[in-house]
């Protein structure tokens, strides 16, 4: 006798009606479909020392947005060879200051801005933090490195 398992007997049914229920009250806590938006550095640096990302860092250069990304060969280090560290810079343009919000903001290709890190300003120096939903990728081919901002638009 062929046996279905998609909720016909009689004791799964309540089971499944109370999984489908709960469910269903989670789906406003549930984030929508992010639109996202790509700004990619036009900067490609040639590294050896790929083994991993040591650091990832966002600061401003006279309003511009830039990228400092350390690459270390430490995990691959032993006695008989030496890690390497060298440190790539990326810029983003397009990518614009607005002092009075105290962000950095993307032009979408509709002409609307949307706002992609933040200032924040400390005692002794400043630092750019990027706002939740967006994300610094790091691509690699061969040698060669490339960054991007991926930008959530849905806010």
């Given at each position: 006798m062929k046996t279905n398992h998609k909720c016909r007997s009689s004791l799964r049914r309540?089971?499944?009606l109370a999984l489908g229920l709960?469910?269903?009250?989670l789906l406003p806590l549930l984030p929508a479909s992010a639109a996202l938006y790509t700004v990619e550095s036009p900067s490609l640096h040639h590294t050896w020392s790929w083994?991993?990302?040591a650091n990832k860092q966002l600061y401003s250069d006279h309003?511009?947005?830039?990228?400092?990304?350390?690459f270390t060969?430490?995990?691959?280090a032993s006695h008989d060879v030496a890690s390497m560290t060298e440190s790539k810079e990326f810029t983003f343009p397009g990518i614009t200051y607005d002092a009075r919000s105290?962000?950095?903001?993307?032009?979408?290709?509709?002409g609307r801005s949307v706002a992609v890190a933040r200032k924040v300003d400390d005692v002794l120096f400043s630092s750019v933090e990027l706002l939740p939903g967006n994300h610094l990728r790091v691509y690699r081919d061969s040698d060669a490195v490339r960054v991007a901002l991926q930008i959530d638009t849905s806010a």
């Amino acid at each position: 006798m062929k046996t279905n398992h998609k909720c016909r007997s009689s004791l799964r049914r309540p089971l499944c009606l109370a999984l489908g229920l709960a469910g269903l009250s989670l789906l406003p806590l549930l984030p929508a479909s992010a639109a996202l938006y790509t700004v990619e550095s036009p900067s490609l640096h040639h590294t050896w020392s790929w083994g991993q990302i040591a650091n990832k860092q966002l600061y401003s250069d006279h309003g511009r947005l830039r990228a400092s990304i350390t690459f270390t060969t430490e995990p691959y280090a032993s006695h008989d060879v030496a890690s390497m560290t060298e440190s790539k810079e990326f810029t983003f343009p397009g990518i614009t200051y607005d002092a009075r919000s105290g962000c950095y903001m993307a032009r979408l290709s509709n002409g609307r801005s949307v706002a992609v890190a933040r200032k924040v300003d400390d005692v002794l120096f400043s630092s750019v933090e990027l706002l939740p939903g967006n994300h610094l990728r790091v691509y690699r081919d061969s040698d060669a490195v490339r960054v991007a901002l991926q930008i959530d638009t849905s806010a």
